[in-house]
């Protein structure tokens, strides 16, 4: 739910009457002219049928989820839960507390979005509230404005609590589980309290389940997707490329300033920032050892000469649609003896693992066939203490000391998207056209490991790419980035030569 940030009298400075009624006075109106409509709208109303169809009869209740307070009296920036930007097409910063409502019908479900509109010019909030006056966070749309925007019927947030508590004793309610304003929260319990005295559902625990099976459903249908959303995949994968490229050139100044991997996080949140929403996850700048952690966040490592950087980074569209790319690439251009050893053997892992991911195959062929590669050159070093066979059985898995996690997971509106989906539709799953997914094996040799040469120790290398399932086979959509490491390294020249001649220029 919402927090509540504390008051702050000592700050708080009192208005006038006369203030009050000179600050209302002299606004021009609003236009008038309904903004377009949303290119998502059409594509969400197809998927609010098919969720509609999965729960016949029942209120659908689907909330953006609330803000949440970063320090005192700021906040985070907002982001609608991903099943109900997935819903209404809305991304982005849209709508604190907003909620999506199917209301059931004889042919379905009627859907309906409840917000907090604008207020009026004349009023205090306009002025006074620094959460929500438009003085201090802009203008909010109206009520035509944001039907006209999603192309979905509207109605005030205030309006909310007497629709949840129409026919409770008929009509039973899933919500999904994610954060609602607190009186929105507390007219649910109470309407689940009478529920459960009329029996309309049986036990609490019956209702939790019911909720949670909502939540799946919804994490589910966004498995497989829509022409919209491949689209907005393609774009968020050029747009990461494009900035791939600018850390490439920025390689050098990273290394001179020092902190390095706070220079190269920050121009890959320059690029995310100006052609779409932000990243789409914590940025991974992981130079030297730093790339053995595999959730490195903290970047405030030097680039060193000689050592690698790991690059783990995703840019997400206004639309909430993220990419998902990891590039380990040689600080000095060119990689070590050592490092390309171990480069090439995670390369050759990822080209194993992008040909498994077929239509039809199970999504866990593309780890298996990733993982023998990893074993068998484990072995061919001398580091297994079993055979290639026995550590990739069930009973074994010695490989995975140095590649811990798995190899692939579905890619979308999340990072890792439809993570509530069940087991047997995910992990036990099958690929099918329409899904995106990450192959991302990796080597991570940790300065600490006596199990490992001198040589290889420091050494931490992960590729990744986004591939989509198509009917005959997959696409890597981020192939415009190089991956072999000769590749790789005539990329970094080629890129840094442009550099010295613009300067040569000038």
């Known amino acids: 739910m919402s927090e509540r940030r504390p008051e702050l009298p000592n700050r708080q400075i009192p208005f006038s009457d006369a203030f009050k009624k000179f600050i209302v006075a002299g606004w021009a109106p609003y236009p008038t002219q309904l903004p377009a409509r949303l290119p998502a709208a059409a594509w969400a109303r197809r998927r609010r049928e098919r969720i509609s169809a999965q729960f016949p009869g029942e209120r659908l209740v689907i909330p953006a989820g609330g803000l949440k307070v970063r320090s005192n009296d700021t906040d985070f920036r907002f982001r609608p839960h991903s099943a109900f930007a997935h819903l209404t097409g809305l991304g982005t910063d849209r709508e604190p507390d907003s909620v999506l409502v199917l209301e059931p019908t004889d042919s379905g479900h009627d859907a309906t979005l409840y917000f907090r509109p604008r207020a009026p010019q004349d009023s205090e909030e306009f002025y006074g509230d620094t959460r929500f006056g438009e003085l201090w966070v802009g203008r909010r749309p109206s009520l035509e404005e944001m039907s006209a925007l999603c192309d979905i019927p509207c109605a005030a947030l205030s309006e909310l609590p007497d629709q949840l508590r129409k026919n409770t004793d008929t009509v039973s309610v899933r919500i999904l589980p994610a954060d609602l304003d607190l009186q929105i929260r507390q007219v649910i319990e109470e309407v689940r309290e009478s529920q459960l005295s009329a029996e309309v559902d ?9 909720d949670h099976e909502f939540g799946v459903a919804l994490s589910e249908l966004r498995m497989i997707k829509d022409d919209f959303e491949i689209a907005e995949m393609r774009e968020a994968c050029r747009q990461t490329a494009s900035a791939f490229e600018a850390v490439v050139a920025s390689i050098p100044e990273a290394a001179r300033r020092g902190r390095g991997e706070r220079w190269i996080e920050g121009v890959f949140s320059l690029h995310a920032r100006q052609v779409g929403n932000a990243v789409g996850y914590d940025t991974i700048a992981a130079a030297g050892e730093h790339a053995c952690t595999l959730h490195w966040i903290r970047n405030d490592g030097d680039l060193r000469d000689g050592e690698l950087v790991l690059l783990d980074a995703g840019i997400e569209l206004d639309s909430l649609y993220t990419a998902d790319v990891t590039r380990t690439l040689p600080i000095n251009g060119t990689f070590s003896d050592a490092q390309r050893m171990v480069y090439d053997a995670v390369f050759e892992a990822q080209q194993a693992g992008i040909a498994a991911a077929q239509p039809g195959a199970g999504f866990l062929d593309v780890h298996r066939a990733a ?3 990893i074993a068998r050159h484990l072995a061919s070093w001398d580091l297994l203490p079993v055979d290639v066979a026995e550590s990739l059985g069930e009973q074994g898995g010695q490989h995975r000391r140095w590649m811990v996690h798995g190899t692939s997971h579905h890619l979308g509106i999340d990072v890792h998207d439809c993570a509530q989906a069940r087991r047997q539709k995910y992990r036990e799953g099958t690929l099918e056209p329409g899904m995106i997914i990450t192959v991302e094996p ?12 001198m040589p290889l120790r420091g050494i931490g290398v992960r590729i ?15 192939a415009m980035l190089p991956r072999s490491s000769v590749d790789v390294e005539a990329w970094i020249s080629s890129i840094w030569a442009g550099l010295d001649n613009r300067s040569a220029e000038h």
């Open 464 to 478: 990744e790419d986004d591939i989509l399932i198509t009917s005959t086979g997959n696409e890597n959509l981020t």
């Open 442 to 453: 990796g080597l991570y040799f940790k300065p600490e490991d006596e199990l490992v040469p």
């Open 202 to 210: 049986q036990s609490r625990s019956m209702v939790d389940q019911s």
């Open 371 to 373: 993982s023998e590669v």
